[in-house]
């Protein structure tokens, strides 16, 4: 059988790279929206966050996702991340 390649991508905040299944991705959309991207399928520019609090606070500490989306991040847009976070927290 073949061994399959596991994708990884670097977290914003702490910048370790893990498997990509593993992170939250946030998307800005052609259309300048930004979502959280749970399917990680969206088109646009794609930025992902480990999915724990303290990557949270670290990348809004530091404006990381700001620099990574290359566009100014609304308090609803961080809010809702948070929301994503606390979610994946609380499933495992």
Do not use: N
């Amino acid at each position: 059988m073949r061994v399959r390649k596991v994708p990884m991508r670097k977290c914003i905040a702490c910048q370790e790279m893990k498997p990509k299944k593993s992170l939250i991705r946030i998307v800005r959309t052609p259309e300048h929206e930004i979502l959280v991207d749970p399917t990680g399928k969206k088109s646009g520019r794609g930025a992902y966050l480990c999915a724990s609090a303290e990557c949270f606070q670290l990348a809004k500490k530091r404006r990381s996702l700001e620099k990574a989306l290359k566009v100014k991040v609304s308090d609803e847009v961080y809010a809702q991340m948070e929301e994503a976070v606390d979610r994946v927290e609380s499933d495992g």
